[in-house]
């Protein structure tokens, strides 16, 4: 079944087209990577995706619904930035656990929830801490954790969630990103 289709999607900035007539589909359980050079429009795509930016142009499709003018909270979309976008006077904790507090998730499933993100990731030693007490790779996979806790987001966009990492840390968490 196809998850998502982008059909003709433009995005301009002013005069700049930063997406051109974009096409392109995704099924059910398949993992798209957008490779291109700095500035071709792959975060442009998937702010668009993710209801953060309006299309200019075009039509998206996810799971066969055109949410092209849906706002992001009618997505059920995760998104993991570059710029990791945490929340700095939330704790690590907080921060991961945010989209389940909206759900308004018990208690105790939240903090198993985090739990075990946290270790998977390798920062359950630093759930209390602040944003600004972690170094760049840990602030990355707080923002990486914040995407992967929300397990019911109908699709998760990724915005190079990895390349702060150490490359034995990178090569074990694409493997938890597959799942």
């Known amino acids: 079944m196809e998850k998502l289709r982008l059909e003709k999607v433009w995005k301009y900035y002013g ?3 930063a997406v051109k007539e974009l096409n392109l589909s995704c099924e059910e359980g398949e993992i798209l990577v957008l490779l291109g050079p700095s500035g071709c429009g792959k975060t442009s795509t998937l702010r668009m995706v993710a209801g953060l930016e309006k299309v200019s142009r075009g039509d998206m499709y996810l799971n066969g619904e055109n949410i092209t003018h849906f706002p992001p909270q009618k997505r059920n979309v ?6 990791y976008a945490l ?9 991961i656990s945010f989209p ?17 993100v946290a270790e998977v990731l390798r920062i359950d030693d630093v759930l209390g801490k602040l944003p600004t007490q972690l170094s760049g ?10 995407a992967l806790v929300k397990e019911e987001a109908t699709l998760s966009l990724m915005d190079e969630p990895i390349s702060h990492l150490d490359a034995r840390l990178r090569n074990e968490i694409r493997t938890e990103i597959k799942r």
């Open 100 to 116: 389940l507090r909206v759900k308004k998730l018990s208690k105790r499933d939240i903090n198993k929830k985090v739990k075990r």
């Open 137 to 146: 790779g840990q602030q990355q996979r707080v923002s990486l954790a914040r």
């Open 87 to 95: 929340y700095p006077p939330l704790t690590v904790s907080e921060n």
């Open 78 to 83: 995760a998104m993991a930035f570059e710029d």
């Open 15 to 17: 005069k700049v087209e």
